[in-house]
Nanobody, 126 residues
Framework: QVHLVESGGGLVQAGGSLRLSCATS????????MGWYRQAPGKQRELVAAITSGGGPNYADSVKGRFTISRDNAKDTVYLQMNSLKPEDTAVYYCARKIYSYCSAYGSNHHLYDYWGQGTQVTVSS
């Protein structure tokens, strides 16, 4: 059974930083594009960032220049470094595995991802 476990969320003031981690039990983890999504209350789930098996990233326009996605294939873990946080970044953040191996990091439809973590809350106060 596949498990994805996010950690690192919390409460931070605007302008602060957080680093999210997603530890997985995905077999052949290095072959898969991984993504970070977020969902704020009353809003649709949106793709924040994704990273290919080769380390190529893709970011939502709203987080470009502030967030950095990375992965450690030796640890089957993906990270999201979030800097210059804004109140509008407040959401539950989820990591997910893209459905096929060796996919691009583009494509924001959540149906492209098949395994999801339980989410971690990020709250940014103004």
């Amino acid at each position: 059974q596949v498990h994805l476990v996010e950690s690192g969320g919390g409460l931070v003031q605007a302008g602060g930083s957080l680093r999210l981690s997603c530890a997985t039990s995905i077999s052949f983890f290095s072959r898969y594009t991984m993504g970070w999504y977020r969902q704020a209350p009353g809003k649709q789930r949106e793709l924040v960032a994704a990273i290919t098996s080769g380390g190529g990233p893709n970011y939502a326009d709203s987080v470009k220049g502030r967030f950095t996605i990375s992965r450690d294939n030796a640890k089957d873990t993906v990270y999201l470094q979030m800097n210059s946080l804004k109140p509008e970044d407040t959401a539950v953040y989820y990591c997910a595995r893209k459905i096929y191996s060796y996919c691009s990091a583009y494509g924001s439809n959540h149906h492209l991802y098949d395994y999801w973590g339980q989410g971690t809350q990020v709250t940014v106060s103004s």
